[in-house]
Antibody, heavy 125, light 106 residues
Framework: QVHLVQSGPEVKTPGASVKVSCKVS????????IHWVRQAPGIGLEWMGG????????IYAQKFQGRLSVTEDTSADTAYMEMSRLRSEDTAVYYC??????????????????WGQGTLVAVSS | DIQMTQSPSSLSASVGDRVTITCRAS??????LAWFQQTPGKAPKSLIY???NLQTGVPSRFSGSGSGTDFTLTISSLQPEDFSTYYC?????????FGQGTKVDI
């Protein structure tokens, strides 16, 4: 079973950047597809972005385009989510999650299975 | 974007009750629908994928059904550890979107 361990909580001022890590164990990162989801206080879940194997590229939710960067260091089996120009509305718990495929007639789609424990990012002046 | 709407937003139930939560997609998503369970302060836990397939280790009292735009999550006999918030999510197309959640409490 895949185990994901995220970096610790962060406190940032508006306009700053934050980088959250997601360390994979018991599997190689190269065998996994990682996505990021966030949850603002008292609010539901929001998909942010991740790797799209069908098009071999990182894909982002439009609202984060230009501010979000999802990267991987396969030598360290670690995925990263970096968000710039932080605002107070970005205060949330950020989760990494693996996505497995289900394929039908040559088309594959990906569903979440394993989740990291979450990283609280607080943005406040 | 595909909108996911859950009902009810919350419900009260007792141990042993049969509980059903519905999720409606704003367009046909075939069976590309997942369900998650979340307790306060914890990460979501994946329960079901492709509308009706249980994730490894999920108790058989959980079941899912549906296709197209209408889906249900059923807990056949509610246990104390099941009092949580449940979310549906479509993975038919990007951006992946979640329902607003259904809180199940006593």
């Amino acid at each position: 079973q895949v185990h994901l361990v995220q970096s610790g909580p962060e406190v940032k001022t508006p306009g700053a950047s934050v980088k959250v890590s997601c360390k994979v164990s018991r599997y190689s990162l190269t065998a996994l597809t990682i996505h990021w989801v966030r949850q603002a206080p008292g609010i539901g879940l929001e998909w942010m972005g991740g790797f799209d194997p069908e098009h071999d590229k990182i894909i982002y939710a439009q609202k984060f385009q230009g501010r979000l960067s999802v990267t991987e260091d396969t030598s360290a089996d670690t995925a990263y989510m970096e968000m710039s120009r932080l605002r107070s509305e970005d205060t949330a718990v950020y989760y990494c999650a693996t996505a497995s495929d289900v394929c039908r007639r040559g088309v594959c789609r990906y569903y979440f299975d394993y989740w990291g424990q979450g990283t609280l990012v607080a943005v406040s002046s | 974007d595909i909108q996911m709407t859950q009902s009810p937003s919350s419900l009260s139930a007792s141990v042993g009750d049969r509980v059903t939560i519905t999720c409606r997609a704003s367009q046909d998503i075939s069976n590309y629908l997942a369900w998650f369970q979340q307790t306060p302060g914890k990460a979501p836990k994946s329960l079901i994928y492709s509308a009706s397939n249980l994730q490894t280790g999920v108790p058989s009292r959980f079941s899912g059904s549906g296709s197209g735009t209408d889906f249900t999550l059923t807990i056949s006999s509610l246990q104390p550890e099941d009092f949580s918030t449940y979310y549906c999510q479509q993975f038919y197309s990007f951006p992946w979107t979640f329902g607003q959640g259904t809180k199940v409490d006593i």
